[in-house]
Nanobody, 119 residues
Framework: QVQFVESGGGLKQPGGSLRLSCEAS????????MSWYRQAPGKERDLVAS?????????YYADSVKGRFSIFRDNGKNTLYLEMNSLKAEDTGLYSC???????????WGQGTQVTVSS
């Protein structure tokens, strides 16, 4: 059974930083690209960043987060991370992860972790 458990969210002031984690199970983590998604209130889930399966240097970032966010992974721990810096109010949303390069592979989603950026 595929499972994702996201954590690390919270309330931050603009300009702050957070590190999100996603623990994955039920599939061979190292064989899959992985992605982070964000769902803002009243909006659809959007892609934030993706990382390739075989190379930590092959990544994709949405224009809105490029230069501020960094996606990386620890295959030994089956864990995906998102380092978020210089946070902005528009980064607010529920962050979830899934396998796949730029689009979700599995229909199963975790509960997500809420990020709220507000002064």
């Amino acid at each position: 059974q595929v499972q994702f458990v996201e954590s690390g969210g919270g309330l931050k002031q603009p300009g702050g930083s957070l590190r999100l984690s996603c623990e994955a199970s039920g599939f061979i983590f190292s064989n899959y690209a992985m992605s982070w998604y964000r769902q803002a209130p009243g909006k659809e889930r959007d892609l934030v960043a993706s990382i390739f399966a075989g190379s930590d240097t092959l990544t994709y970032y949405a224009d809105s987060v490029k230069g501020r966010f960094s996606i990386f992974r620890d295959n030994g721990k089956n864990t995906l991370y998102l380092e978020m810096n210089s946070l902005k109010a528009e980064d607010t949303g529920l962050y979830s992860c899934n396998a796949g390069w730029m689009r979700p592979t599995f229909s199963d989603w975790g509960q997500g972790t809420q990020v709220t950026v507000s002064s």
